[in-house]
């Protein structure tokens, strides 16, 4: 579900070459330094299309921001939350797109909810369906919308694969709070 590529900045070297100036700029010289694009792990991980707005992070006609990806069009760690975990009192790391902090609680449970996905054709205009979801909140401002639940994610994860997505830097921290 997620892939790893090799850095396009650095080739998967993790290091990139910079020039900087010696002798008051009179000569260049190439310095090795750590890249940051990756932060000199020679990887960068590939989240998956985001199966609502089918990766555009725009739904409907009205165009507004999908919720399921926050506008990225791409999966988030929201889709790693386990389907037992969807509930209130979980928390998630996810940006606000109102105030820029980082952390969401979860506020409700699993709802179903008509949605329209976005279109291309005027038939499929009135194509609904019903899809569940969950409210969400910043716990910064206390912005709240709903993020739709995706069937295909959400599983349990085995301690496996906890750590391979915790090597990957995925921030899983919603596995470790309780209240
Ligand atoms: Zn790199
Ligand atoms: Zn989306
Ligand atoms: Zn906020």
Redesign the pocket.
Known sequence: MLVKKNCPFCQGTGVRMVYTSVLFGLLKRQIPTTCDECEGNGYVLEFPLCPFCEGQGLIGNERELCRACNGTGRVDTFGFIPRSKLKPGTFFNRR?D????NRFEIVSQIEEHKMTRSWEREEELRQVEIVEQVKVR?T????TYNIPVSGDWHQDLTPEMTGDLEDMGVNLSFMYEKR
């Open positions: 606000c109102k105030c820029h902090e910043c910064s401002c206390g912005h």
